[in-house]
């Protein structure tokens, strides 16, 4: 059985990790920088890797306890409150389903949740069928965390965003005055090439820019329209049609273009998406390899009552100017920033800023209530998965619209799989 952290408030919540890379690093971080719990106490208990030596050198890095040689034995042996599953994305589907058998009362899955299982096999598909395949494969998944009755919080960092966070905020708000309708959507996320060495392999990634990187705000954009739908009328708003396209453009450049950038061979460095919602309400959505100045994370939504614009990276609340970057050390002041010399916009905190430690906020109190379900859930994860698999399934037919109607409605969702805006966390004062 799981340890009784969520039944006592006068103990330790278990955690473990999966993974030691980019995204194992700055969950485990997190954990020690999330708001004071009365009484409750967070251990790192466990990770696991690829190879037992990494995470064992990740364990004595980060102080944890026990490095252990799999998933399956760090779940059974741990019996952990949480387990995150921050490892390369061909792992995110058998991991998940060895947490629910495990009976992990929490389990948090990066983006995205899973790849096409055909990749595993050494198969080759078209694009239609690697989207059927691969969403039958995660119905799969959240059938097993759902007989289990684990919770899936699909950790997608910008839907926790303080901004999105605000955004729900005034939606509430607004509705309470007949507004509400967000018209139009649209969002980025680029740098110069993923920092994981499993992402130029499709069969270990499942893509490259419109997988790993549009998914980054289309979550927001799909989540803050079913937090529409349940403030109107109890019933989230979903996507129902997408156009997209993905593309190698460095790969086709000379290798002088090269120089200031990861140059991927075997999967896309631009993605587009355009998404169509159910009420005509549209999102369009970028993802690329090509930001020569760093991590570039951006929302706009359009409203019926306002404007809100995200600048998360690049952010002018803070400016320097090095004229040589020696003096800065191995400071990094921005995720992927290539040099610190000259103008720049830090981001401190950036793991407050990112929403990350919001996002391990929710694990945690859903973790220590039982009725506390994740803002990010299994149908963001879900609708997150349709969305992208057809984007590429459109691109492979140059762009033309899929209509994603009965592959969205295909699966029910209990109300306790929603998310509650009411629930999500102010970030505002109030007069």
């Avoid at 999105?164 to 905020?169: M, Q, R, W």
């Amino acid at each position: 059985m799981p340890s009784q952290g969520a039944q006592n408030m006068n103990t330790t919540l278990k955690v473990t990790i999966n993974g030691t890379g980019f995204a194992a690093d700055y969950t485990t971080r997190v954990y020690s920088l999330i708001p004071h719990k009365n009484r409750v106490r967070i251990e790192i208990a466990g990770v696991t890797s690829g190879r037992l030596e990494n995470a064992q050198a990740f364990a004595d890095r980060h102080g944890i306890e026990q490095a252990f040689a799999t998933h399956r034995e760090m779940v059974q042996t741990v019996r952990p409150d949480i387990d995150n599953i921050a490892c390369a994305n061909h792992a995110h589907g058998p991991y998940a389903i060895e947490a629910a058998e495990a009976g992990v009362p929490v389990i948090v899955l990066e983006k995205p949740p899973v790849i096409w299982p055909g990749y595993r096999a050494g198969q080759s598909a078209d694009a239609a069928t690697r989207k059927n395949e691969s969403m039958e494969y995660l119905g799969q998944v959240l059938d097993r965390v759902r007989a289990a009755n684990s919770k899936l919080l699909y950790a997608e960092d910008f839907v926790y965003l303080d901004g999105v966070k605000g955004l729900v905020e005034l939606l509430v708000e607004a509705r309470r005055t007949g507004k509400g309708c967000i018209l139009y959507q649209r969002g980025t996320c680029a740098h110069q090439g993923s920092h994981a060495p499993a992402y130029d392999t499709p069969a270990l990634s499942g893509g490259g820019a419109l997988f790993n990187k549009a998914c980054h705000p289309l979550g927001p954009c799909l989540y803050l329209k079913q937090v529409e739908g349940i403030l109107r009328n109890g019933q989230p708003i979903r996507p129902q049609k997408v156009a997209g396209m993905a593309l190698q453009i460095l790969k086709h450049q000379s290798p002088d273009s090269a120089q200031h950038f990861r140059v991927m061979q075997n999967v896309e460095d631009f993605g587009r998406l355009t998404v169509v919602f159910e009420d005509h309400s549209v999102a369009e959505l970028l993802g690329h390899d090509l930001s020569i100045s760093g991590i570039r994370n951006e929302l706009s939504v359009l409203t019926d009552f306002a404007q809100y614009d995200l600048r998360v990276n690049p952010n002018n609340e803070n400016e320097l100017f090095l004229p040589a970057e020696d003096a800065a050390g191995d400071l990094l002041f921005r995720e992927k920033l290539p040099t610190a010399a000259g103008t720049s916009f830090p981001r401190p905190n950036q793991f407050h800023s990112h929403g990350y430690v919001n996002e391990m906020d929710d694990a945690v109190r859903c973790a220590l209530d039982p009725a506390r379900s994740p803002q990010s859930g299994p149908m963001l994860a879900w609708d997150t998965l349709a969305v992208l698999l057809g984007g590429y399934e459109s691109s492979d037919n140059n762009g033309a619209v899929v209509d994603l109607s009965d592959l969205i409605h295909s699966r029910a969702f209990a109300d306790h799989e929603l998310p509650d805006p009411e629930k999500f966390g102010g970030v505002f004062q109030r007069r």
